[in-house]
DNA sequence: TTAATATTTAGATAACTATCTAAATAAAAA
DNA sequence: TTTTTATTTAGATAGTTATCTAAATATTAA
């Protein structure tokens, strides 16, 4: 759980989450949409995968990264209903 | 936007939204369910406090922190829903 | 009014993290 | 094979933050 809301807690990351949803990508496309260096990126995305927010998959010399919002919802859904009365 | 994930990033302030679940509380009975002093539990108070995730009202000498589960839940689904394809 | 209680604020420090550059790894292209 | 492309890993640094102690503020009790 802390995993997982420590990935959230950043900016970029989340940016990552929401391009993610159309499709997968590849860590260079992804990296089109950011002023950061690739380093810095696969460090998020790395913090994402470790928070099993993203999947990866590699495909010859391309990773592609895919958004796991079946688990987003579910560990934000749990989240919410422990904290009603 | 920001605010509300980095307030959520910490173990001992999701520790507090959970006590806050049940009733309002002063921060010195808060303050039981920790081991950290209580100038470090009136950090994450006002962290809370910026994020709208707490309110607070100050009745004598006592302040009575109540979880705002209402803002929670409109975020956490707006966050989510705008994750859909 | 003085003392005690509840909480916050200020300032310091140690730990953590986002970013960078440089180097390593792996696959594809020449 | 050599070079180029894609991505990650290693190591360094600057900025952020969780915690502490000490002091300040505010309210209630003696």
Redesign the pocket.
Known sequence: MNEIF??L?????RKILQILKKRD???????KY??????????????L?KAELVT?Q????????SLNASFLERVLTKFFNNLKK
Do not use: T
Not at 9 to 13: A, G, L, Q, V
Not at 25 to 31: D, K, P, Q, T, Y
């Open positions: 420590l990935a807690s950043d900016p970029n990351r990508m590849s860590a260079g496309e992804i990296l950011f002023d950061i260096r690739g380093s810095s990126l696969s460090h998020h995305l790395d913090v995968k990866s590699k495909k010859g010399k391309y990773i592609f990264y």
